[in-house]
């Protein structure tokens, strides 16, 4: 998902095997049954969400005036969303609809009417499905992405703000995906387009095993074969700013673990990117890169109205900042792939108390970022090394 704005879904009832993420504290929202007639029965529902925003060391953008600019303070809509679905029979399909955000640590916050178009689109999520046992499926259209630890839509998500680790990861991807499951064991495996590159040479896969009721495992991988050159200059198309060529170009890998004891979920997960050197890329890409990311993801509920969550998260990349095109210090600046800067560190830690009654919620969210050895970070100058962000949002789910 890392397109560096400081230097430039998942069906809820379908077959699809979702990515285990970490388990979400809002309840879902509660679908509306009717009649299609030759369709068979239908379902509906939707989310409508507003969030607003202070943070210390907004930045300044670079790209589309469209964007507008990074603020201290905003007022904004989070979700305003439409689902239609059908979960039964042998043809299946989800679409989602709708204007929608990507609140994350470390990145500007943009404003909402600019995010589907720079995105995503009007329709971030359409998929059919043919499902012709319980345990088989076949996925074809714009897919919710297998990787990583947290959703892309903040209603699914325990916190509001995704984390530093789901932002070097894809969201959507277009393609198709075959998902099998027997007993404790399930697998999913998708032929796809990457971070939404238009370019379809990326293979993706889940394989998760149940050890009880209460606690998963899973493994994930992304490889990228060749390599893609992406145009995301501001005057391309639409919808380049979910593709980073460096992360779309990379492999990726994934170890998730979700146990849930009592009122406490948790959910930790370790990520490792592979950024390998190509010609083909040009200079930028001399030397092969890696990072290394962990996070830890946990919610407790006191009652069934309020919750807790409680992120920490820690990512490292290699590469050197000092480094030059040319000279001794060749290709040194390899891969920008936490969009800090070569070589570049980060650590998170959020927290988010919630209250929900049926449909309604409301949270409240305190989070802080700090960036080490980053040429790139927060504030004008790009020279802030921390951001402390608060946000408060409250919606329905209908």
Request: charged share 10%.
């Amino acid at each position: 998902m890392r397109k560096s704005l400081l230097a430039v879904p998942v069906a809820l009832c379908g077959l699809g095997l979702a990515a285990p993420h970490a388990h979400a504290t809002l309840n879902p929202p509660k679908a509306i049954n009717f009649s299609a007639g030759p369709l068979g029965t239908l379902s509906a529902e939707g989310v409508l969400s507003a969030a607003g925003t202070w943070q210390s060391n907004p930045v300044t953008l670079t790209g589309p005036a469209a964007y507008g600019t990074d603020r201290h303070t905003r007022l904004d809509i989070t979700n305003a969303e439409l689902i239609l679905q059908k979960t039964t029979g042998l043809v299946q399909f989800f679409v989602m609809a709708g204007s929608y955000n990507f609140p994350t640590l470390g990145e500007p916050i943009l404003p909402t009417p600019s995010v589907p178009n720079y995105y995503y689109g009007a329709v971030p999520e359409a998929y059919i499905t043919l499902a012709p046992t319980s345990h088989f499926s076949v996925e074809v259209g714009k897919l919710p992405t297998l990787m990583g630890g947290e959703y892309t839509w903040s209603w699914m998500n325990q916190n509001i703000e995704r984390g530093l680790l789901w932002n070097s990861e894809n969201a959507v991807n277009r393609g198709v995906q075959v998902n099998y499951s027997t007993g404790p064991v399930s697998a999913s495996l998708s032929f796809n387009d990457g971070y939404y590159s238009n370019h379809y040479n990326v293979l993706t896969g889940l394989f998760s095993y149940a050890l009880n009721k209460t606690s998963t495992a899973s493994v994930f991988f992304y490889h990228h074969f060749g390599s893609t050159i992406i145009n995301d200059s501001p005057q391309s198309l639409n919808h380049v700013y979910a593709a980073p060529e460096n992360l779309d170009n990379s492999d990726i890998y994934n170890l998730l673990y979700t146990t849930k004891v009592g009122a406490l979920t948790v959910s930790p997960y370790l990520q490792y990117i592979y950024a390998p050197s190509s010609v083909k890329l040009g200079a930028g890409y001399t030397h092969s890169d890696h990072v290394f990311g962990a996070a830890l993801l946990a919610n407790y509920h006191f009652t069934p109205m309020w919750s807790t969550a409680a992120r920490a998260e820690y990512e490292t990349s290699t590469g050197n900042p000092a480094g030059t095109s040319t000279g001794a210090n060749e290709g040194a600046t390899n891969n920008n792939l936490l969009g800090y800067g070569p070589g570049a560190k980060a650590w998170s830690f959020t927290v988010t108390p919630t209250f929900q009654d049926k449909g309604f919620f409301t949270r409240v969210e305190l989070s802080f970022v700090r960036v080490a050895n980053g040429t790139g970070a927060f504030g004008t100058a790009g020279t802030a090394p921390n951001q402390w962000r608060g946000m408060v949002e409250t919606g329905l789910t209908f």
